[in-house]
C-alpha cells in the first residue's frame, strides 16, 4: 500500500490511525489490551494456529511435503484453496486432508494468474471490486467445491486477498452468507481487527479469527510472500523468525492466538520456516480453527 493510499485510509479511519501509531511506537502495551481480550474471549493459554492458501499451481507439487514435515513436529496445518485449484490438485489435497488437516473454503474462482513478461503469479478477482451477487455465488460455489473434493463440508472461510475487502459492510456481508451456509468462523481480518477487538470475536456475525502481525509493528501481517519471495521485499527469511518470536515474546505472558499463515511454495525451500515452526510449537499449543472454536465464548 502506497504512502497516498495510506494517508486516505487514516483520515477515512482515524481510529485505525491511532492504533498504527500506538503499536508502533509501544508494541507491548497494545498488545497488552489484546491479552485482556484473549482471556474474555475464554482463552486460556497461547495457541498456533498455522494455515496455508494454496494460491497457485505450485502449491500442489510441494503441499504434501510441507504438510508431513509439519507433521513431524507436531503440527497440523488448515488449508484455504480456491475450489478451482482444489480440483486441479485433488489427489494431493485429499492425502493432506486424510492426516486430519482442516480445509476452509476459499472462494470458487481461481484468483491468480501467471504473468509471462515477469514469470510470477499475480493477483486477480479481488472481492472489492465485484458485486454482491458474484462475491455470494463464488464463496456458494467454494462451499460446494470443498465438500465434493475432500468430502466433507468446511465450516470456516477466509476471504481471497483478504486486505483489501476489511470496510463493516464487506464483512457484515461476508458473515451473513456464510451464516446461510451455516458456517461457524471466518478468518478473514487483518491485524489491526485483533488489537481492536481481541483474537477471536463475533463483531461482523460469526467468530472472527484475524491474522496476527508482526513483533515490531503488530498491525502489519507477517507474510511468507513479503519474507521469502518477494522481489521487491524488504524483510529478509530472517525477518520471519525475528517477527514471529517477537510478537510471540510479547503475548508469552497472557493468553493469545498466533495466527500465522503462508504460502507452501514459498517456504516449501526454507529451513528457518520450518526450525521457527518447531521453536512456535514449544512455547504455544498447536491448533486448528475447528478445535479453537470450542475454547472461544
Given at each position: ?46 495457541y ?17 511435503s ?15 484453496v ?27 474462482r ?21 458485486p ?9 460455489e467454494g462451499?460446494?467445491i ?30 451473513q ?26 463483531r461482523?456475525g ?8 508482526q ?9 511468507s ?8 521485499r ?23 492466538i498466533?495466527?500465522f499463515?503462508?504460502d ?16 512456535l ?15 472461544v465464548?
Amino acid at each position: 500500500m502506497g504512502a497516498i493510499s495510506k494517508i486516505r485510509r487514516a483520515i477515512a479511519d482515524p481510529v485505525l490511525a491511532s492504533y498504527a501509531v500506538w503499536a508502533r511506537l509501544h508494541p507491548s502495551s497494545s498488545l497488552a489490551q489484546y491479552r485482556a481480550k484473549a482471556a474474555r474471549a475464554g482463552l486460556d493459554k497461547l495457541y498456533l494456529v498455522l494455515s496455508f492458501d494454496c494460491d497457485t499451481p505450485d502449491d500442489i507439487e510441494v503441499a504434501c511435503s510441507v504438510h508431513e514435515q509439519l507433521l513431524d513436529l507436531g503440527i497440523c496445518a488448515s488449508y484455504a484453496v480456491p475450489g478451482a485449484l482444489l480440483m486441479e490438485g485433488a489427489d494431493v489435497y485429499r492425502r493432506i486432508a486424510a492426516t486430519g488437516a482442516e480445509f476452509l473454503n476459499h472462494g470458487g474462482r481461481s484468483h491468480t494468474y501467471f504473468d509471462t513478461e515477469c514469470g510470477e503469479y499475480r493477483s486477480n478477482f479481488f472481492y472489492d471490486q465485484q458485486p454482491r451477487d458474484v462475491l455470494k455465488r463464488d464463496i456458494e460455489e467454494g462451499d460446494r467445491i470443498v465438500t465434493e473434493v475432500i468430502g466433507k463440508k468446511p465450516i470456516g472461510y477466509r476471504t481471497p486477498h483478504f486486505g483489501t475487502f476489511q470496510r463493516p459492510d464487506q464483512l457484515f456481508f461476508l458473515h451473513q452468507v456464510l451464516r446461510d451456509l451455516h458456517y461457524t468462523y471466518s478468518t478473514s481480518t487483518v491485524p489491526f481487527a485483533g488489537l481492536r477487538y481481541g483474537p477471536a470475536f463475533t463483531r461482523f456475525g460469526l467468530m472472527e479469527f484475524p491474522v496476527s502481525g508482526q513483533g515490531s509493528n503488530p498491525l502489519g501481517i507477517l507474510d511468507s510472500w513479503g519474507c521469502f519471495r518477494a522481489p521487491d521485499r524488504v524483510l529478509t527469511p530472517e525477518d520471519y523468525g525475528r517477527e514471529a518470536f517477537g510478537l510471540a515474546g510479547h503475548l508469552a505472558s497472557g493468553p493469545g492466538i498466533l495466527n500465522f499463515y503462508a504460502d507452501p511454495c514459498h517456504v516449501a525451500d526454507q529451513a528457518i520456516f520450518f526450525n521457527v515452526m518447531a521453536e512456535l510449537a514449544k512455547i504455544s499449543k498447536p491448533m486448528a480453527y475447528r478445535d479453537l472454536m470450542e475454547l472461544v465464548s
